[in-house]
Structures are given as C-alpha cells and as structure tokens.
C-alpha cells in the first residue's frame, strides 16, 4: 500500500513536483482551513506540511491560494 504521485506508475520526474490543496473551514471550532502541501524529486517525497491556516479564509479560493503561497516560501 502507498502514494503514486504522477500520471503513471512507470512515470519518472526528474524535476521537482509540487502538490497542494485545502481543505475549506473544516476546523468546526475557529472555522479555519486545512492546508497541506509535498514536494517530489524522482517521485519520492522531499518535503510536506499539513496544518491549520493561522487566520480565517473569507472564500474557498483564498484559502487555496494561502495554501499556494505557504507552499512557495
């Protein structure tokens, strides 16, 4: 069992991959996002976060974009 990242199982990356995505107010308490992203080289994992966003996103699309800005830094 495991992650596949890419198109296909064959498919070799020799360039560094980003994925990030989140997930909108899911925190019920303070009604903050979810954000997570990873890095791939090869197609193996070289770095990843998962966390809450520290402020409240007003849209779906500003939580996604925070998620793509924290992933850049």
Known sequence: MGLIFGRGINE???HV???????YA???DH???LTGYIF???GNAIRWR????SIVALLTIEA???TATEAVK
């Not at 991959?17 to 997930?23: G, I, K, L, V």
């Not at 998962?50 to 966003?53: A, D, P, R, Y």
């Open 26 to 28: 899911c925190d019920l």
């Open 40 to 42: 791939t080289l090869v």
């Open 50 to 53: 998962v966390t809450l966003l």
């Open 31 to 33: 009604k903050r996002s």
């Open 64 to 66: 996604e974009y925070m």
């Open 12 to 14: 070799v990356h020799s």
């Open 17 to 23: 991959t980003r994925f990030c995505d989140s997930n």
